[in-house]
């Protein structure tokens, strides 16, 4: 997720729930690299792939509701 919007840095910046969950989302996008580079997955790290894509999601979905709220949307 990229931080483009004026309101979302700002979140970033005043917003403790809002940097949580990003940091969270950061952290999510360096296991599913790791798990991308590997040549292939156990049945285990393919689950572990598709929980960690979900959770990642499930973040982004609250982040862009933080984004809308803050935006007066």
Do not use: S
Request: net charge positive; proline share 3%.
């Amino acid at each position: 997720m990229k931080l483009e919007a004026p309101v979302a840095e700002k979140l970033l910046a005043e917003n403790e729930t809002f940097r949580r969950l990003w940091e969270q989302h950061q952290r999510y996008e360096r296991q599913l690299a790791d798990l991308d580079r590997l040549h292939h997955l156990l049945p285990d790290q393919e689950l572990e792939r598709r929980t960690i894509q979900k959770l990642k999601l499930a973040g982004k979905d609250k982040m862009a509701a933080i984004v809308r709220e803050a935006a007066g949307r």
